[in-house]
């Protein structure tokens, strides 16, 4: 498999509930992004790993946490999220965090009620 | 931090039509992309345009970085081309980096 894989690539689940968004590049690069996008707003960084080094954390509320295990793996943990959580979950890897050349995987819809 | 603005922020075009994008940014930029996001969601790597032009078959992009803009222009459109266009862009000062996507154009290309 090439590219950037995210699974699953939609969830639906309650605000009591855990769950866990996973995303894999197969393109050997070092740095891993996670983004939202919700309806009519532009894409929101909000977490950057440098060689698994969290660089960036971008006010993002503490339910959600993230994990990068290895430079090929991404994770997302999701614990009491809110109806306005619901979003589109992106995630991206580039050769290194210091230029922009991303590469994008197809996401995962997420819908909290 | 960085302003991104994006115009127009919507565009009809007939198949066959020709069209231009416009990023305009509020200070000087490291690094420029241009993505298209199709109507299923994923994220497409355009060009990789910090400065000049850059062209892919029916796609060309020009930055001119002095004058803090980029263009993206589409030719001989398809129904295909539909979807979002984002520019992003990043500012590196030593370690801090600062990334911004733009609101994006939504282009429909009609049969």
């Known amino acids: 498999e090439t590219g950037v894989t995210q699974t699953p690539r939609h969830l639906v689940m309650g605000m009591t509930n855990k769950k866990s968004l996973k995303c894999e590049q197969h393109?050997?690069?070092?740095?891993m992004y996670w983004y939202k996008q919700s309806a009519k707003k532009p894409l929101e960084l909000m977490f950057v790993?440098?060689?698994?080094?969290?660089?960036e954390n971008n006010s993002v509320p503490s339910r959600f946490s993230p994990e990068c295990p290895n430079s090929s793996h991404l994770f997302l943990h999701l614990h009491t999220l809110q109806p306005e959580d619901s979003a589109l979950y992106l995630c991206?890897?580039?050769?290194?965090?210091?230029?922009?050349?991303?590469?994008f995987g197809p996401g995962t819809r997420l819908t909290v009620l | 931090g960085i302003q991104v603005e994006q115009s127009p922020p919507d565009l009809i075009l007939q198949e066959g039509a020709n069209s231009t994008l416009r990023c305009n940014f509020s200070?000087?930029?490291?690094?420029l992309q241009w993505f298209h996001q199709n109507p299923w969601g994923q994220l497409i790597n355009l060009f990789y345009?910090?400065?000049g032009t850059k062209q892919n078959g029916r796609l060309s992009a020009t930055t001119v970085a002095t004058e803090r803009y980029s263009l993206l222009y589409i030719s001989s459109s398809q129904t295909t081309d539909s979807g979002v266009y984002f520019c992003?862009?990043?500012?590196?000062?030593?370690?801090?980096?600062?990334?911004?996507f733009g609101s994006g154009t939504q282009l429909t290309v009609l049969p």
């Open positions: 991206a890897s580039s050769q290194v965090w210091v230029g922009l050349e991303q590469f």
């Open positions: 393109l050997g690069h070092n740095a």
């Open positions: 790993y440098s060689l698994e080094e969290r660089v």
């Open positions: 200070d000087s930029v490291n690094n």
């Open positions: 345009i910090p400065s």
């Open positions: 992003a862009v990043m500012i590196s000062s030593g370690s801090a980096r600062q990334l911004t």
